[in-house]
T-cell receptor, first 118, second 115 residues
Framework: EAQVTQNPRYLITVTGKKLTVTCSQNMNHEYMSWYRQDPGRGLRQIYYSMNVEVTDKGDVPEGYKVSRKEKRNFPLILESPSPNQTSLYFC?????????????????FGPGTRLTVL | LAKTTQPISMDSYEGQEVNITCSHNNIATNDYITWYQQFPSQGPRFIIQGYKTKVTNEVASLFIPADRKSSTLSLPRVSLSDTAVYYCLVGDSAYSGAGSYQLTFGKGTKLSVIP
């Protein structure tokens, strides 16, 4: 089944304790992205990756790191989490192009990771 | 990046057609317009994407005027299961090798379908 998986789905941690949220997709997508969602603020992009070893900042990258060593995986790293990073996090992936070569932007989202930082 | 503006919320009765308009005055030449649907505690789901004029698929239609400064998502004969948040997204998805894939979601429109 084509899907984007995230782990863990729920996490409660304390300030300053490093954590990693994993994201994996089995669709051979080039593009992957992380978003956070907070009440009343919609979805905000944290980081994105256009391909292996190519990453770039989104709208709210402060306090986060990412890596893209393999095409299928795009982990989100919080080196020193703080309470303002308590949020619902989504990973997404997509192809760059349709099969006919035209532009394409259908992102497939994971189920989300609910993170609480105390 | 083109910012988007949508109504915060809309109510509709079952069986009616719903039109949600999104403004994107600063849309760039390479930008596509994409709409997503999100149910509570789930990831967004792609509905439809377009560049100009009209696009239709099995779930919705997307109307884009010639100036592309706005777009309208049309949901025919909504049901209770269409109650969700709908996001309009404008971004450069043209793969030029130098294009940016930074994508910005707005706050979305919360659609409530009433029995």
């Amino acid at each position: 089944e084509a899907q984007v998986t995230q782990n863990p789905r729920y996490l409660i941690t304390v300030t300053g304790k490093k954590l990693t949220v994993t994201c994996s997709q089995n669709m051979n997508h080039e593009y992957m992205s992380w978003y956070r969602q907070d009440p009343g603020r919609g979805l905000r992009q944290i980081y994105y990756s256009m391909n292996v070893e190519v990453t770039d900042k989104g709208d709210v990258p402060e306090g986060y790191k990412v890596s893209r060593k393999e095409k299928r995986n795009f982990p989100l790293i919080l080196e020193s989490p703080s309470p303002n990073q308590t949020s619902l996090y989504f990973c997404a992936s997509s192809f760059h192009l349709r099969e006919d070569g035209s532009s394409y932007n259908e992102q497939f989202f994971g189920p989300g990771t609910r993170l609480t930082v105390l | 990046l083109a910012k988007t503006t949508q109504p915060i919320s809309m109510d509709s009765y079952e069986g009616q057609e719903v039109n949600i308009t999104c403004s994107h005055n600063n849309i760039a030449t390479n930008d596509y317009i994409t709409w997503y649907q999100q149910f509570p505690s789930q990831g967004p789901r792609f509905i439809i994407q377009g560049y100009k004029t009209k696009v239709t698929n099995e779930v919705a239609s997307l109307f884009i005027p010639a100036d592309r400064k706005s777009s309208t998502l049309s949901l025919p004969r909504v049901s209770l299961s269409d109650t969700a948040v709908y996001y309009c997204l404008v971004g450069d998805s043209a793969y030029s090798g130098a294009g940016s894939y930074q994508l910005t979601f707005g706050k979305g429109t919360k659609l409530s379908v009433i029995p």
